[in-house]
């Protein structure tokens, strides 16, 4: 229901954009003490700015954050019938099943992505896109290791004691967040470094 397209209109966005930067330029260049002269350019480019884009734009990019870090996780958790309830790592198997998955996704799924990647650039049978070098593999590869609903879809077909499931289930959630600390500390890492070199944010992925 929301529209796809934006609102036609006789002077382009980008137009009326440039003429308020432009008018807004020129009152700072003059010294203007009074705010209020700046209220119509800044109106102006307000509109020209929601103009720019189609309203259904507007909307994903204002609703991505929510969905992003909010919705989807907490989806994923209820859809996924998440349950802990009467755990005890403390019984035959328990320990092992949730060392394991643990293993699995925070360490092995990133080496299987690293590794593999590797492998197929070395042997020539494709390359790494532009801009993306290795440290940006290693940043998808960690970010990987976050797994909920189809981590814990194979745990359900693979245990039918419900510790077992349980012990599974709690591995999955551990993993899933060491991965995401993991993976955001290296991302600030890579930024912090980017910065520290003069690089732009979007250079984290250099070498």
Known sequence: MTPVIARLSHIQPLEVAATAVTKLSELTNSHVSDVYHFAKPIKILRHANRELLPPVTRIQMAFHPWVAYGVMPLFALANAGVSLKGLDIGAAGAK???????????????????????????????????????????????????????????????????????????GVLVASSFSAVAGLSWGVFLIKRSKVRGLPTSAIFKK
Do not use: Q
């Open 96 to 170: 092992n099943v949730m060392l394991g998955v643990i293993l699995a996704l925070a360490v092995g799924k990133p080496l299987g992505i690293l590794m593999a990647s590797w492998l197929v650039v070395r042997l020539g049978w494709c390359r790494l896109p532009a801009g993306l070098t290795w440290p940006g593999v290693v940043l998808v590869a960690m970010l990987a290791g976050i797994g909920f609903t189809m981590s814990i879809f194979i745990a359900t077909l693979a245990f039918d004691n419900t510790n077992l499931l349980g012990a599974a289930k709690l």
